[in-house]
C-alpha cells in the first residue's frame, strides 16, 4: 500500500474528532439514562426507553431530519442556539457529532444499562447500612463494578459514531474537510468513477479502526475482570 | 439499650405481625425458614420498607411510619452482616474493612482499626480482593467492616450459612471476642440452637410471621431445643 494522502489523513482525523467528541459528550447523559432505566422507579420509564431506543429503529434518514427540523439554522433550538451563542450545528462538524451522537445514544445505553443491572443490589444495600448515601453508592460500588459495561458501550457507541452515515448525510450534507466522515467519504468516492481503489483503502482503513476498538475494549473488559472475579 | 420494633409487612401471600422489645446484649433470633426472621433484620437496617414500622433505638426514632418517619440506612447506624458477606468485589480487604469508617468518620467514637483486625485475625488478608478468601474469612471480614462503621446495634443474619460446616467453628470465637470486648447489642438470626444457647441473653422466637416465644435463655431452654 502506499502512503496516505494528505486528504485521507484529513478524513480519519475529522472522523476520529466527530466519534470522540459524539462519544464523550454522550458518556454522561448515557450513564444517567442508564441508571433511570435499570434502578428508577418512575412513571413515562417505558417512555423513556421507547425514545432512547428510538434512533435504533426509525430509518437514520429520518432521524437527520428530525435534527434539521430541531437543530437546523431555523429550527427551534439551532435558530436559538445561533442567535444567542453563535454556535451552529448544521453544516458543521459539530452537527456530524450530534448525528453521531444520538444515532450511538442507544447502543451506548444499552450496553451500560446491562453493566449497572448486573451489580448486585444486595451489595448497594451492605454499603448504605455502612453510611454511604445513595449517590455515594452509586460513585463508589454501582460505578466501578459496571465499569466493564460502560466501556463496553462507550466502544460500540464508538465504533457506530465512527460508522454513521445516513442520519449525519442528512442532517450536515457531505462537506469535504468540515462533515465528510470516513463513511461518506467512502460513499462519496464510490459515486465518482474511478474512485473504486480510493473506496478501498479508506474501507479498510475504518475496518482497521474498529478492529483496534473492539481489542482495547475487550483487553480492558479482561483486566477488570481478573480483578473482581 | 432497648429496641422496640412493630412491624406489619404483607408482601404477597406472606405476612409478618411482630412486636418485640429487646435489652442490650445478644438476641437470638430463631424459627423456621420464611418464618419472617431475616424481614425483621431488613426492616430494623432500614434496608427493606414494610407498610407499617414503628423502630426505636432507645429513645432514637428510626422508623414511625404512622407519622412518616422512615430514616434511610445510612443514618441507622445499625452494622449489619448478611447471610452471604456482600463484600465489595472491587476493594481490597482493607478497603472494605475502611468503607463504613470513612462515611462516619465524622461520629464521635468507633473502634480503632488495628484493633478490630487484631481482634479478627485479618491481618495477613488486608492486600486480598474478596474472591481469594475463604468462606469464613469473607464472613469475618464482613463483620470487621460492619463493627468499624460505629454500629450502636449489630444484625447478624445466620452469619454461618455462608461458611463450610467444618470451618463454621472459626466464626464463633471471633464474635464472643468482640462481645467481651466492645458490649454492642447484638441480634443473631439462627437456625441452630447450639450456636446461640450458651451466648445469647433472650431468645425470640417466630413462627409464620408471628411472634412465637419471647423470653430469657433458661425459659426457651425448657421448651427446646427445638428443631427449625
Known amino acids: ?229 | 439499650m432497648s429496641l422496640f420494633v412493630e412491624i406489619r409487612h404483607a408482601p404477597g401471600r406472606f405476612r409478618l405481625d411482630v412486636k418485640l422489645e429487646l435489652g442490650a446484649g445478644l438476641t437470638a433470633l430463631v424459627g423456621p425458614s420464611g418464618s419472617g426472621k431475616t424481614t425483621v433484620l431488613d426492616v430494623v437496617a432500614g434496608v427493606v420498607r414494610p407498610e407499617h414500622a414503628v423502630v426505636r433505638l432507645d429513645r432514637d426514632v428510626l422508623a414511625d411510619t404512622t407519622s412518616g418517619v422512615w430514616r434511610p440506612p445510612h443514618h441507622r447506624q445499625i452494622g449489619y452482616v448478611f447471610q452471604e458477606p456482600r463484600l465489595f468485589p472491587h476493594l481490597t480487604v482493607r478497603q472494605n474493612l475502611l468503607f463504613g469508617r470513612w462515611f462516619r468518620r465524622k461520629l464521635p467514637g468507633g473502634l480503632p482499626p488495628d484493633e478490630v483486625i487484631a481482634l479478627l485475625n485479618l491481618g495477613g488478608l488486608l492486600a486480598r480482593y474478596p474472591k481469594r478468601l475463604s468462606g469464613g474469612e469473607k464472613q469475618r471480614v464482613a463483620l470487621g467492616r460492619a463493627l468499624l462503621a460505629h454500629p450502636k446495634l449489630l444484625l447478624l443474619d445466620e452469619p454461618l450459612a455462608s461458611v463450610d460446616v467444618g470451618h463454621r467453628e472459626e466464626i464463633l470465637p471471633y464474635l464472643d471476642r468482640v462481645r467481651a470486648d466492645h458490649a454492642i447489642p447484638a441480634i443473631y438470626v439462627t437456625h441452630a440452637w447450639a450456636e446461640v444457647s450458651e451466648r445469647a441473653d433472650e431468645v425470640v422466637e417466630l413462627q409464620n410471621g408471628a411472634v412465637a416465644f419471647s423470653g430469657s435463655v433458661a425459659e426457651a431452654g425448657r421448651s427446646a431445643p427445638r428443631a427449625w
Open chain 1, 1 to 229: 500500500m502506499t502512503e496516505w494522502t494528505p486528504a485521507e489523513i484529513g478524513i480519519l482525523w475529522l472522523s476520529l474528532k466527530v466519534a470522540c467528541v459524539a462519544v464523550i459528550a454522550s458518556a454522561i447523559p448515557a450513564v444517567g439514562v442508564a441508571w433511570l432505566l435499570a434502578r428508577g422507579r418512575f412513571w413515562g420509564r417505558s417512555w423513556l426507553n421507547v425514545l432512547v431506543h428510538l434512533p435504533l429503529v426509525v430509518p437514520p434518514v429520518v432521524t437527520g431530519y428530525a435534527l434539521l427540523r430541531v437543530f437546523g439554522r431555523r429550527g427551534v433550538v439551532g435558530a436559538w442556539l445561533e442567535q444567542a451563542l453563535g454556535f451552529q450545528f448544521s453544516f458543521r462538524w459539530t452537527g456530524a457529532a450530534l448525528a453521531a451522537a444520538v444515532m450511538a445514544f442507544p447502543l451506548i445505553v444499552r450496553a451500560i444499562r446491562l453493566g449497572i443491572e448486573s451489580v448486585d443490589r444486595h451489595v448497594e444495600d451492605a454499603a448504605q447500612t455502612l453510611g454511604a448515601r445513595p449517590a455515594w453508592v452509586f460513585a463508589t460500588v454501582t460505578l466501578p463494578l459496571a465499569l466493564p459495561g460502560i466501556v463496553a458501550g462507550l466502544v460500540i457507541g464508538f465504533a457506530k459514531a465512527l460508522g454513521e452515515f445516513g442520519a449525519t448525510i442528512t442532517f450536515v450534507s457531505n462537506i469535504p474537510g468540515e462533515t465528510q466522515t470516513l463513511a461518506l467519504a467512502i460513499y462519496t468516492q464510490l459515486e465518482r468513477p474511478g474512485g473504486e481503489a480510493a473506496a478501498l483503502r479508506l474501507a479498510w482503513l475504518s475496518v482497521a479502526i474498529s478492529v483496534v476498538a473492539l481489542l482495547f475494549s475487550e483487553l480492558l473488559s479482561r483486566s477488570f475482570r481478573r480483578q473482581t472475579t
